[in-house]
């Protein structure tokens, strides 16, 4: 190469690639695949589908978040679709095929967007402002919500459950749940020094609340425990299995002797060396195990393992062992003695799509005053939002033109508590249905709807290294849905 001239980097031929207006397609027919698979899945009346696991198991579910765990998908952004809806649950635990539909809207309204020549970057910056509108909607239009309230809270809680398969136990879940709840949450009190307002309830369900799966038993035995349980047994049959208010050390090592970090070989002349040896093990554990008992404790969790002359040890001691307990489990134990919090939002929100609605109608009314090319992209969004009641009512087997155009007109008169009935099809008051949704849960969708739209609409270019598999074969066991056979890599471009 000469001196001054400017280096060609060639990339590799072997992967694909599609650039600008392809690539950005090529997304949005993606994202759009994974959400018409569980849209579906929408409100009380939802379909189910019937995964098949490669083991041969059959799943019945219309979790949407359960199904997108179990599908492949071939298409990064279709895998950055399934992302979604799994950040959805581990954020506020609900929402999950709201936020799919919505995004995979979003995306759909940016297409006819993008063929008017409109630049991502100006869809982007009024889908920005478009979310802040909303979010400012979902405030004015939340209730507030009593926590002490079994009647609220219970109302509160089936507004979730009652679109599961689970709803045949509704009002054992429903108490599960709020038991569960209040038994791990705490009232703050006194001055906060991050901003946060005191008197307010703190919750954190990931770190201190556990779901336990024992086979054999019934569903109506399902109960919760003020405590911490570990399917574990004793290390020794003698050992005692009920203590009140014990002395518990937990552990995360080994009641055992040191074994050598390499493979080691000990040659041994004499009997007695051999003698000394099992000795010099012995003393090991023996000087552990006084160095616990010197805390007179009644009860050890270890995460390791426990030899059979440290269980005889213990034993006399009159000590309870617990081994190969999970680190989680491990954590767990700890934190049930100091604990810490997170804050829980006491809003609600019209559910059945009357938030959507007002979203809509306010963004509909807001884009007139937009100046410029921004009022198509704040059009786009609110016809978006329209999708949840939408849905609602295709799932139900209403009329989804005749029963919009009414509770749009509702929305338009200011009654912004009106929504679907997802058993009906049918327009009626949230107020007196009394179907309320967390205010939580509809602000954390629209955020990572939008947000997931803005990745997506800023990629121009994919490129994909992996291999085509050439000789798939036929059946397979996959687990069904949006697999590599339903949207490969050759997906069909507009």
Same mark, same amino acid.
């Given at each position: 190469?000469?001196?001054?001239?400017?280096?060609?980097?060639?990339?590799?031929?072997?992967?694909?690639?599609?650039?600008?207006?392809?690539?950005?397609?090529?997304?949005?027919?993606?994202?759009?695949?994974?959400?018409?698979?569980?849209?579906?899945?929408?409100?009380?009346?939802?379909?189910?589908?019937?995964?098949?696991?490669?083991?041969?198991?059959?799943?019945?579910?219309?979790?949407?978040?359960?199904?997108?765990?179990?599908?492949?998908?071939?298409?990064?952004?279709?895998?950055?679709?399934?992302?979604?809806?799994?950040?959805?649950?581990?954020?506020?635990?609900?929402?999950?095929?709201?936020?799919?539909?919505?995004?995979?809207?979003?995306?759909?309204?940016?297409?006819?967007?993008?063929?008017?020549?409109?630049?991502?970057?100006?869809?982007?910056?009024?889908?920005?402002?478009?979310?802040?509108?909303?979010?400012?909607?979902?405030?004015?239009?939340?209730?507030?919500?009593?926590?002490?309230?079994? &009647?609220?809270?219970?109302? $509160? =809680?089936? @507004?979730?459950? %009652?679109?599961?398969?689970?709803?045949?136990?509704?009002? *054992?879940?429903?108490?599960?749940?709020?038991?569960?709840?209040?038994?791990?949450?705490?009232?703050?009190?006194?001055?906060?020094?991050?901003?946060?307002?005191?008197?307010?309830?703190?919750?954190?369900?990931?770190?201190?609340?556990?779901?336990?799966?024992?086979?054999?038993?019934?569903?109506?035995?399902?109960?919760?425990?003020?405590?911490?349980?570990?399917?574990?047994?004793?290390?020794?049959?003698?050992?005692?299995?009920?203590?009140?208010?014990?002395?518990?050390?937990?552990?995360?090592?080994?009641?055992?002797?040191?074994?050598?970090?390499?493979?080691?070989?000990?040659?041994?002349?004499?009997?007695?060396?051999?003698?000394?040896?099992?000795?010099?093990?012995?003393?090991?554990?023996?000087?552990?195990?006084?160095?616990?008992? &010197?805390?007179?404790?009644? $009860? =050890?969790? @270890?995460?390791? %393992?426990?030899?059979?002359?440290?269980?005889?040890?213990? *034993?006399?001691?009159?000590?309870?062992?617990?081994?190969?307990?999970?680190?989680?489990?491990?954590?767990?134990?700890?934190?049930?003695?100091?604990?810490?919090?997170?804050?829980?939002?006491?809003?609600?929100?019209?559910?059945?799509?009357?938030?959507?609605?007002?979203?809509?109608?306010?963004?509909?009314?807001?884009?007139?005053?937009?100046?410029?090319?921004?009022?198509?992209?704040?059009?786009?969004?609110?016809?978006?939002?329209?999708?949840?009641?939408?849905?609602?009512?295709?799932?139900?087997?209403?009329?989804?033109?005749?029963?919009?155009?009414?509770?749009?007109?509702?929305?338009?008169?200011?009654?912004?508590?009106?929504?679907?009935?997802?058993?009906?099809?049918?327009?009626?008051?949230?107020?007196?249905?009394?179907?309320? &949704?967390?205010?939580?849960?509809? =602000?954390? @969708?629209?955020?990572?709807?939008?947000?997931?739209?803005?990745?997506?609409?800023?990629?121009?270019?994919?490129?994909?290294?992996?291999?085509?598999?050439?000789?798939?074969?036929?059946?397979?066991?996959?687990?069904?849905?949006?697999?590599?056979?339903?949207?490969?890599?050759?997906?069909?471009?507009?």
């Amino acid at each position: 190469m000469q001196a001054g001239q400017t280096p060609v980097f060639v990339m590799n031929a072997a992967p694909e690639r599609q650039t600008g207006r392809k690539a950005q397609i090529a997304n949005i027919v993606a994202a759009k695949t994974v959400a018409d698979v569980i849209r579906s899945c929408l409100g009380p009346k939802a379909m189910l589908k019937m995964l098949l696991d490669p083991m041969g198991g059959i799943l019945l579910t219309n979790d949407g978040n359960a199904i997108l765990r179990e599908i492949e998908v071939a298409h990064p952004a279709a895998k950055n679709m399934i992302e979604l809806s799994r950040t959805q649950d581990e954020e506020v635990g609900d929402g999950t095929t709201s936020v799919i539909v919505i995004a995979g809207e979003l995306l759909a309204q940016s297409h006819t967007l993008l063929e008017r020549n409109i630049h991502p970057v100006v869809i982007i910056s009024a889908f920005n402002k478009a979310l802040q509108e909303s979010l400012d909607v979902i405030q004015q239009i939340s209730i507030p919500i009593d926590t002490s309230s079994d &009647e609220e809270m219970l109302s $509160l =809680i089936k @507004t979730s459950i %009652g679109t599961k398969f689970v709803i045949r136990w509704s009002d *054992l879940m429903c108490k599960l749940a709020l038991q569960a709840i209040r038994t791990v949450s705490v009232s703050e009190s006194g001055s906060s020094t991050s901003g946060i307002p005191t008197g307010i309830t703190t919750v954190d369900i990931k770190r201190y609340a556990r779901v336990e799966k024992i086979p054999g038993g019934a569903i109506e035995e399902s109960k919760v425990l003020d405590g911490v349980m570990l399917n574990k047994d004793v290390t020794h049959p003698n050992m005692r299995r009920r203590i009140a208010n014990p002395r518990i050390i937990l552990l995360d090592c080994p009641l055992e002797y040191k074994k050598g970090e390499s493979q080691t070989y000990i040659e041994i002349s004499k009997e007695s060396q051999w003698k000394d040896f099992q000795d010099e093990e012995e003393k090991q554990v023996r000087e552990m195990c006084e160095r616990i008992m &010197e805390f007179k404790p009644d $009860l =050890i969790f @270890t995460e390791k %393992g426990i030899s059979d002359y440290a269980q005889s040890i213990l *034993l006399q001691g009159n000590i309870t062992a617990i081994r190969r307990v999970r680190k989680s489990d491990n954590n767990r134990i700890a934190r049930a003695i100091v604990a810490r919090n997170v804050v829980f939002n006491p809003f609600l929100a019209p559910g059945g799509g009357a938030t959507e609605m007002a979203i809509s109608v306010r963004l509909q009314q807001r884009a007139k005053t937009v100046q410029g090319i921004e009022s198509w992209p704040f059009k786009a969004v609110a016809d978006a939002m329209e999708v949840i009641p939408r849905t609602l009512v295709q799932n139900a087997g209403g009329n989804a033109i005749r029963v919009l155009t009414e509770l749009r007109a509702k929305h338009a008169s200011g009654e912004h508590s009106w929504g679907i009935n997802g058993d009906t099809g049918k327009v009626e008051d949230m107020k007196k249905y009394g179907l309320y &949704e967390s205010a939580s849960v509809k =602000i954390q @969708t629209l955020k990572t709807a939008v947000e997931a739209a803005k990745v997506l609409l800023r990629v121009d270019d994919i490129v994909q290294a992996t291999r085509k598999e050439k000789d798939q074969g036929g059946g397979g066991g996959g687990g069904g849905g949006v697999g590599e056979g339903a949207m490969p890599e050759d997906m069909p471009q507009d």
